[in-house]
């Protein structure tokens, strides 16, 4: 780097703004977070917050928190500070995405222009830093954060040094809870290869702890007999999970389950006892637990060690599975024996938006049925299901204006799917310039740091690791040259392709047999068809629209209840109780 002193300034200035661009598009490949800023300007300079935390129940029922109190309000009357808002939170911190009213709190700051934040210590404030980055947002626009046990302030006048203790105890705080995670693992692996259950304990057992204050399971011996009895009522293959539902009830049983509540904006976890639910059995049934196994990772193991006891056999928990196997062949197709579904990724569910799915059903006469319902548990609509002859008859209808088509309205189309296609095909010219200058300015600044290194300015493994960096860069901008140039021909192709198929394309979906290939056209065609209530929504696409208004002409178009707008055909549906 000697060398480097005697090169004249300006050849100086170029090093220093070729390396300055550098760290530039590095920042600015980094994933961005959102700026706080003070939105309002604070009354008065004087104005606080506080905030304290403590991570856990036994804690908030010790001393900490009124610890916490006495130490601020000491602090705040020898400043001089009015404090105007104050948050006691209690939840852990081990997910720093759920602590609520800690980002509650900031943007409380924010809005209201507040210059002065108290905290008890760092590790109170954040434990990541995702926290630290917001907190240094305020930091610049203005805000003051008070530490009062680590007598530390810190604002946009502290010192180098002042910032530096604080980034210091954001990484302690976050090392201290890395750490803590894998010991805990640690503890649960061992605890596991000990024979122990590391989880809340079935329907017929309980959470107890020996005389060393370890957590173990042991049978809930008022319960356990009837849990025995509901194996042995389903290994009969008479009764349905509902029934044994019922039966359990009628037993007084119930299941411990972890809830989560919101308290005053303050989230808060409790387990509570819950009515035992056919999803309840039919977890039971499966679950090797209760013949003295355990299940790790999907898999049932049984290492021999295992501290709880059985409630029921194996030979009898096969038996339950056997009668579960030959209820699943009744009424679904072998999965050896499948049939598509494919309608599947067809719909969206018009109530949650989430997925539509399909099952295969198969009656005692031998003849298969495929339904279609919402797969989610929490929707209403997945007890409403509908047939697959029933939608397929629909869709065919809603190709009814295409098997109208005239010369005229076929060649209005052709023309704007091809304005459409030629559009793109400029705008991908133009991404397609913007890339290449941009690989050219930086092939430009690998041949700025070579000439540098040439001259000393530049060592040789800087050199190689800045072209390493940028190798990198310049294969992503190739492949996106070659994706903007294959999109503007695939969709030319593409359209031009349907648009052969537009004039037959109700006989196919009437004679044709392949069903995938109804479904594809169909998506071709339809834009964002959804099942509400038993009925088939949907429009037309953009390029569709065009071509059903421009067969609309009275001289063959007679069907006006058919409309290219969004539509709503009622379907008959078959609903489960």
Same mark, same amino acid.
């Given at each position: 780097?000697?060398?480097?002193?005697?090169?004249?300034?300006?050849?100086?200035a170029?090093?220093?703004?070729?390396?300055?661009?550098?760290?530039?598009?590095?920042?600015?490949?980094?994933?961005?977070?959102?700026?706080?800023?003070?939105?309002?300007?604070?009354?008065?300079?004087?104005?606080?917050?506080?905030?304290?935390?403590?991570?856990?129940? $036994?804690?908030?029922?010790?001393?900490?928190?009124?610890?916490?109190?006495d130490?601020s309000?000491?602090?705040?009357?020898?400043?001089?500070?009015?404090?105007?808002?104050?948050?006691?939170?209690?939840?852990?911190?081990?997910?720093?995405?759920?602590?609520?009213?800690?980002?509650?709190?900031?943007?409380?700051?924010?809005?209201?222009?507040?210059?002065?934040?108290?905290?008890?210590?760092?590790?109170?404030?954040?434990?990541?830093?995702?926290?630290?980055v917001?907190i240094?947002?305020?930091?610049?626009?203005?805000?003051?954060?008070?530490f009062?046990?680590?007598?530390?302030?810190?604002?946009?006048?502290?010192?180098?040094?002042?910032?530096?203790?604080?980034?210091?105890?954001?990484?302690?705080?976050?090392?201290?809870?890395?750490?803590?995670?894998?010991?805990?693992?640690?503890?649960?692996?061992q605890?596991?290869?000990?024979?122990?259950?590391?989880?809340?304990?079935?329907?017929?057992?309980?959470?107890?702890?020996?005389?060393?204050?370890?957590?173990?399971?042991?049978?809930?011996?008022?319960?356990?007999?009837?849990?025995?009895?509901?194996?042995?009522?389903?290994?009969?293959?008479?009764?349905?999970?509902?029934a044994?539902?019922?039966?359990?009830? $009628?037993?007084?049983?119930?299941?411990?389950?972890?809830?989560?509540?919101?308290?005053? $904006?303050?989230?808060?976890?409790?387990?509570?006892?819950?009515?035992?639910?056919?999803?309840?059995?039919?977890?039971?049934?499966?679950?090797?637990?209760?013949? $003295?196994?355990?299940?790790?990772?999907?898999?049932?193991?049984?290492?021999?060690?295992?501290?709880?006891?059985?409630?029921?056999?194996?030979?009898?928990?096969?038996?339950?599975?056997?009668?579960?196997?030959?209820r699943?062949?009744?009424?679904?197709?072998?999965?050896?024996?499948?049939?598509?579904?494919?309608?599947?990724?067809?719909?969206?569910?018009?109530?949650?938006?989430?997925?539509?799915?399909?099952?295969?059903?198969?009656?005692?006469?031998?003849?298969?049925?495929?339904?279609?319902?919402?797969?989610?548990?929490d929707?209403?609509?997945?007890?409403?299901?509908?047939?697959?002859?029933?939608?397929?008859?629909?869709?065919?209808?809603?190709?009814?204006?295409?098997?109208?088509?005239?010369?005229?309205?076929?060649?209005?189309?052709?023309?704007?799917?091809?304005?459409?296609?030629?559009?793109?095909?400029?705008?991908?010219a133009?991404?397609?310039?913007?890339?290449?200058?941009?690989?050219?300015?930086?092939?430009?600044?690998?041949?700025?740091?070579?000439t540098?290194?040439?001259?000393?300015?530049?060592?040789?493994?800087?050199?190689?690791?800045?072209?390493?960096?940028?190798?990198?860069?310049?294969?992503?901008?190739?492949?996106?040259?070659?994706?903007?140039?294959?999109?503007?021909?695939?969709?030319?192709?593409?359209?031009?392709?349907?648009?052969?198929?537009?004039?037959?394309?109700?006989?196919?979906?009437?004679?044709g047999?392949?069903?995938?290939?109804?479904?594809?056209?169909?998506?071709?065609?339809?834009?964002?068809?959804?099942?509400?209530?038993?009925?088939?929504?949907?429009?037309?696409?953009?390029?569709?629209?065009?071509?059903?208004?421009?067969?609309?002409?009275?001289?063959?178009?007679?069907?006006?209840?058919?409309?290219?707008?969004?539509r709503?055909?009622?379907?008959?549906?078959?609903?489960?109780?």
């Amino acid at each position: 780097m000697n060398n480097a002193k005697e090169l004249p300034d300006e050849e100086r200035a170029q090093i220093a703004k070729i390396l300055l661009k550098t760290e530039r598009k590095k920042i600015e490949r980094r994933p961005t977070l959102p700026v706080l800023k003070l939105l309002k300007s604070a009354a008065a300079p004087n104005l606080a917050v506080e905030f304290f935390r403590v991570s856990s129940e $036994g804690q908030r029922e010790g001393y900490s928190l009124e610890a916490q109190r006495d130490k601020s309000a000491e602090y705040i009357k020898s400043l001089g500070l009015k404090c105007v808002n104050s948050w006691s939170v209690t939840e852990s911190a081990s997910k720093e995405l759920d602590r609520k009213k800690f980002f509650e709190m900031l943007e409380y700051v924010s809005m209201n222009g507040i210059r002065n934040v108290i905290f008890d210590k760092i590790d109170r404030a954040c434990r990541g830093l995702r926290a630290a980055v917001m907190i240094e947002d305020l930091v610049e626009a203005g805000v003051c954060f008070h530490f009062t046990r680590d007598n530390l302030v810190v604002n946009r006048d502290s010192s180098p040094g002042e910032k530096l203790r604080f980034y210091l105890g954001v990484v302690l705080a976050k090392h201290y809870i890395d750490n803590l995670r894998i010991e805990i693992k640690k503890g649960m692996d061992q605890r596991w290869e000990d024979g122990y259950w590391n989880s809340m304990a079935p329907v017929g057992y309980k959470n107890v702890r020996d005389d060393n204050g370890r957590a173990k399971i042991e049978l809930d011996e008022k319960v356990a007999r009837y849990i025995a009895e509901a194996f042995e009522l389903y290994s009969t293959g008479n009764y349905s999970y509902k029934a044994l539902a019922e039966f359990l009830k $009628g037993k007084a049983v119930v299941v411990l389950k972890r809830v989560r509540e919101d308290v005053g $904006g303050e989230i808060s976890k409790k387990k509570e006892f819950q009515p035992i639910t056919d999803r309840c059995i039919e977890k039971m049934i499966c679950n090797p637990f209760y013949y $003295g196994a355990r299940t790790k990772n999907g898999a049932t193991v049984m290492t021999g060690n295992e501290k709880h006891a059985p409630i029921i056999s194996k030979d009898l928990f096969d038996r339950c599975q056997r009668v579960k196997s030959i209820r699943a062949e009744s009424t679904r197709v072998s999965l050896s024996h499948e049939i598509a579904k494919p309608f599947m990724n067809f719909m969206k569910c018009g109530v949650c938006g989430n997925s539509v799915t399909g099952e295969v059903h198969k009656k005692a006469s031998g003849k298969v049925y495929i339904y279609y319902h919402c797969a989610s548990h929490d929707c209403p609509e997945r007890r409403i299901n509908v047939r697959q002859e029933e939608i397929l008859s629909r869709v065919v209808e809603a190709f009814e204006p295409f098997s109208k088509f005239t010369p005229k309205t076929t060649a209005a189309f052709i023309e704007n799917v091809k304005t459409s296609a030629s559009a793109l095909s400029v705008f991908s010219a133009e991404q397609s310039s913007v890339l290449e200058a941009k690989k050219a300015a930086i092939e430009k600044r690998c041949q700025d740091i070579k000439t540098l290194v040439e001259k000393g300015a530049v060592t040789e493994e800087e050199f190689n690791c800045f072209v390493d960096q940028k190798r990198k860069v310049l294969g992503e901008i190739d492949i996106e040259i070659v994706a903007h140039t294959k999109a503007s021909q695939e969709t030319l192709t593409t359209s031009l392709r349907v648009i052969e198929l537009l004039q037959k394309s109700r006989d196919f979906m009437q004679l044709g047999t392949n069903l995938l290939d109804k479904a594809r056209l169909a998506k071709v065609v339809l834009s964002n068809p959804i099942l509400k209530g038993g009925s088939l929504e949907f429009s037309y696409r953009k390029e569709f629209d065009l071509l059903i208004e421009l067969t609309r002409g009275r001289n063959w178009w007679r069907r006006r209840e058919l409309n290219p707008g969004p539509r709503v055909i009622h379907i008959k549906a078959k609903l489960h109780a």
